[in-house]
């Protein structure tokens, strides 16, 4: 038997999640699909394809049906594997953006999700900042960071994603006022609504806006096409607002009506 290189694998791993993302994104707008109509979109075949759904449905962003596959129920979030390679160059552009908007020498929260992963990702060679973190995947980046003091909150590590969450970690996040607060949300709305999905990583998201002097949202515009069950808080709530494009003119505007900075990394 003939072993792949290590180089392969990983670059055949890297197609199937570039792949992945688009499944999930063509269902969330179409609703279902046919696997046969899903091959011939991404010009792969029909047992590539089932591959494919097999290993979304594992994670829990998509339900498999007879012939086809469904987007699975709204009040469910994306697995964390297929969330960090969504729009993951816009991601990078964003990152670099909000990284640049912090100086040094300041104190700043940085929460949960891939984007403000990426964001601490440029900040890694920056001097004389405190970081306020409920993201082990954060800690881990900045780690090794020389001139980065890192500060955990505690409480409950939620697996899946690393993130730490619960009374705990909001009763932690209280004792602090910091500089900064780099935030991300699982989805927007037109109305300017910051939405999220589990209760407890939505009271810890309060505590870090309520305790920040200025609040950076980080999201790049597939956020505008998902939806989520909880309000953590709006634009009213968000000095600026880094982003690829914003695709929608009512949130344009709710951003220009609230004084919100926004700036976009990819605006045509």
Known sequence: MVQRPKSDENASRDLAAVRQVRLVEHLGGAGHAKVEDLAQLLGVTPQTIRGDLRQLDEQGAVSRVRGGAM????????????RQAMAADAKGRIGKAAAD?????????INIGTTVEAVATFLAQRQRLMVVTNNLNVAEILADARGIEVIV??????????????????DFLGAFKVDYAVIGASALDADGNLLDFDIDEIKVSQSIVAHARHVVLVADSSKLSRHAPVRF?????????????ITDPRLAQICAEMGVRVIATDPA
């Open 233 to 245: 808080a709006t634009m009213n709530d968000v000095d600026t607002f880094v982003t690829d494009r």
């Open 71 to 82: 987007l699975r129920s709204r009040l469910d979030n994306i697995g964390y594997h297929s």
């Open 101 to 109: 908007l912090v100086p040094d020498g300041v104190s700043l929260f």
């Open 153 to 170: 909150a505690g409480g409950r590590l939620r697996a899946e994603d690393r993130a730490v969450v619960g009374p705990l970690t909001v």
